[in-house]
């Protein structure tokens, strides 16, 4: 499986919004879930949102109700939507495929600033 590509960040007030994109490989016979989780300067990898193949999605409580995860199998690409952000999202984001055969493949990372 190919380096999932993921896009989208930049820099952003705090209340506006981003859209990051991820073109992932796979179809729906060999992928199980796809992610996005982040990591900020000095912390861990956090996971934010994720979306099983069947459709069941999951977000972390800090980004419920401003976040929304959502794919595009045919196009082999998934959105994350961020609304509402703040100054505490800024991170590098970084989209996951984790695949049937158990492996998973990240993409690059992209960054996303948030100004106070």
């Known amino acids: 499986q190919v380096q999932p590509v993921d896009s989208g960040g930049g820099l952003v007030q705090a209340g506006g919004s981003l859209r990051l994109s991820c073109l992932f490989s796979?179809?729906?016979?060999?992928?199980?879930?796809i992610s996005w989780s982040r990591q900020a300067p000095g912390k861990q990898r956090e996971l934010v949102a994720s979306i099983a193949i069947r459709g069941t999605t999951t977000y972390a409580d800090s980004v419920k109700g401003r976040f929304t995860i959502s794919t595009n199998i045919a196009k082999n690409t998934m959105y994350l939507q961020m609304n509402s952000l703040r100054p505490e999202d800024t991170a590098v984001y970084f989209c996951n495929a984790a695949y049937r055969d158990g492996t998973s493949k990240w993409g690059q990372g992209t960054q996303v600033t948030v100004s106070s």
């Open positions: 796979g179809t729906i016979f060999s992928i199980n879930a």
